[in-house]
């Protein structure tokens, strides 16, 4: 007999006439005003929640079911439940079945069990994820689809408590949270070791700690093991019981009124205080980690039977017979009839259409657009008055970094749901002064400084796109992304696919990155790869090479968050911020005047830049590449009588793939520039792309070599230059 059936017999025995465990909770149910009739409801969602666990195995043996990680142990998670709003979001540990099933109680004309059996079977009837993932969520109950990317939620969970007050400062009306809201935030004990995790509590503390609202219950499910690894006796309790910031919370998860006690608790605190709470919840994880998981392998029998001996099922039975809500035969019959229940549904749901091509799993990668009421554009008084101290500048050509300066504060001027957080990006203006006076002109409550932690600046960019803000996020460095990278592959740009396309997170990254800066840097603020980025599906990357086509660029990566909510990657060659000449000194070609919105021609997504006509030779490229193949182009001409027509990618992600071949046309060969590193750089795409659709089209490429960037005057000697361009052109001519 496996686990889940052995535990079943023993629940049948125990609450069919044998020993029943006493309550050693002293709290009644009269000191938290549960009434006998929602306590006979959180057993029913709690069996609910039980029975769903045992049928997912028998789906699995028979091949019509895929997941079955259980929530048995934790199905006081119902008591939680009770205790909050619905229209509190809730980002939820994946044992969290219970939650969902009460939850849904509480709003009339939902089907839950019949959502979750079509999330078991894979069905692309299953209206969550529409069969791409079996996922607890729900959007009428205000549970977004978490994935299975341990803690990964919990900076997005303190992001969305954040935003609670940044709207309501700004008196942002029709929010999707309320301005009384609370986030709840669910994980494992094992979880909360994690430095996602622990960057999250950090967060939440440093902000409470100065006084900024942070409306959030952690609750921490703590069954005292992550898979095969047991949590040491007492460590949650010890790391979380003087946190500074946080309230510290503890409840039993074997007791269904002390749950409830522990959870109203944290949920009016929270509420009324707008502080970040800590629940400790102790659980108890049954049958195991999931349906492969063999715990015998790592526990011994007394272990696992002691583990069994603590079933919180058995525990609610025993406490709603010994108030006398129900007798031991009502109580089994809720169980059994329970059981039959789902399985006549599951049979349904398993006959129910799956997915069956590649376009329909790919269906809600790119969000669905969104029609929206026009902006109200800024009067010319009030951009008069935004740029009074500016006003003698904007007529004249400037550099990249001050155009994007004023681009933003157009941007923000324009949209009041705009706002701009990362590290140093208030009153300093940034690392580069491209946040420069937004702070003054715009508050804190918009330009906001973070702390040092990039998935905590990333997760509260994700957080506040589900409260209806429009984040600009800023990371200092490209190196620097990489400590945070699993906010953009596992949880930014994944939301819209496993919703199917019901929830969205529209979010600009900004980052400065990219090699040849001089005098500064070194490796770690001269990263050149891309390549995280490129292959994340559905997310767009923004390169500029100039400052014209930043601000054009930037307008567009904003319309694209707010009309088709969208996740943009915007990098910024730091190389480029200040670069004012092209070909000679104080020639002033890298720089141009500002373009008020609306002057200049928008640059839309996917558009190249394309100078010259010339046939010789087409030279691709972005960013830097760019820049230098200009300065190459014009060698090429003067000296060699070579014609060259150079090609601004500008947005490397996706790839316009049949405009660079139109762009290409008339042309008698074509040299990829990338200053990316030759393994995994947009090069390895392009050379593919003209294999396929042009063979034998004469092709080379030029890249960066497979290293680090060194320091000092070595910066740029495996990066392609002016004359390396030059010369891979020659020789391509030569044939």
Sequence with gaps: MDAAEAIHEKFLAKVGGGKLPRRTSEVQPEDVGLAGETMVELFYSQC??????????????????????????????????????????????????AFQLHRAKMLPGQTPCWDMLLSFAASAEDPISGGRHKVIGSKPLNI???????????????????????????KLEDTPLPRDAIVLCSFGDASANHSTAQGAFNTAGWAAYQGTPMPLVFLCEDNGIGISTRTPRGWIEAGFRERPGLRYIRCSGLDMVDAYRGALEAARHARTTRRPVFLHMDCVRLYGHAGSDAQSAYLTKTQIEADEERDPLVHSAAILIEQ?????????????????????????????????????????????KRELAPANLPSPEQRKALFARDSTMMDKPQHMARLLSWALADLMLAHREIIVAGEDV???????????????RFGAARVINTLLDEQSILGLGIGAAHNGLLPITEIQFLAYVHNAEDQLRGEAATLSFFSNGQYTNPMIVRIAGLGYQKGFGGHFHNDNSLAIFRDIPGLILAVPS????????????????????????????????????LHEDNDGLWTAPYAAPGEAKPIRLGEL??????????????ANGYYLSRQAGKVLRDEHKLDARVIDLRWLAPLNEDGLIAATKGCKRVLIVDECRRTGSQSEALMTLFAERAPGFPCARITAEDSFIPLGKAATITLPSRDSIVAAALELARG
Excluded at 58 to 65: D, F, V
Excluded at 67 to 82: C, D, F, R
Excluded at 426 to 440: D, I, M, Q, R, S
């Design 48 to 97: 609910t929640s039980r029975q769903m666990d045992r049928l997912s195995r028998k789906l699995q043996a028979r091949g019509e079911g895929f997941y079955t990680i259980g929530s048995s142990g934790h199905e006081n998670n119902a008591a939680v439940a009770e205790a909050f709003r619905v229209d509190d979001i809730a980002f939820l540990h994946y044992r969290s079945n």
């Design 144 to 170: 977004p689809p978490q994935t299975s990317t341990i803690a990964s939620h919990l900076p997005k969970a303190v992001g969305a408590a954040f935003s609670i007050g940044i709207a309501r400062t700004l």
């Design 324 to 368: 006398g809500l129900l007798s031991h035969q009502e109580a089994l019959d809720i169980y059994n009839e329970t059981e039959a229940t789902l399985a006549r549904i599951a049979e349904d749901a398993i006959r129910r259409p799956k997915l069956t091509s590649s376009a329909a799993v790919m269906a809600s990668i790119v969000p669905p």
């Design 426 to 440: 208030g009153p300093k203006g940034g690392v580069y002064n491209v946040t420069a006076k937004l702070h003054e």
């Design 546 to 581: 100039n400052g014209a086509d930043a601000v054009e660029m930037l307008r567009e990566c904003v319309r694209l968050a707010r009309e088709e909510q969208r996740v943009i990657v915007f990098v910024e060659p730091i190389a480029l911020y200040m670069t004012r000449d």
């Design 609 to 622: 830049g394309v100078h010259g006509d010339g046939t010789d030779v087409a030279i691709i490229s972005y």
